[in-house]
């Protein structure tokens, strides 16, 4: 997880601040743009995305940091 939150920081480093790096994202996270669906559309839904999941990882480290968290694994 922490590779994953230097990864995303890294490549928000390597571009202006005002654009959102879609393309490195949907490649390492598996973020896909949906078909039939305007551009507009697709431009506001990838970086929403991107910000939930920065925020749901933010939090997961935080609660990481008081006490482990367990992970569970299918047999």
């Known amino acids: 997880m922490r590779r994953g939150i230097r990864w995303l920081l890294q490549q928000h480093r390597t571009v202006p601040n005002t654009k959102i790096p879609t393309v490195p994202v949907?490649?390492?996270?598996?973020?896909?743009?949906?078909?039939?669906?305007?551009d507009k559309a697709i431009t506001r839904t990838t970086p929403c995305l991107l910000g939930l999941f920065s925020i749901v990882t933010l939090l997961a480290s935080r609660l990481d940091d008081r006490a482990r968290i367990a992970v569970s694994t299918s047999t």
């Not at 490649?27 to 305007?38: A, F, I, N, P, Y």
Request: aromatic share 8%.
């Open 26 to 38: 949907r490649d390492h996270l598996g973020v896909e743009t949906q078909r039939q669906w305007s």
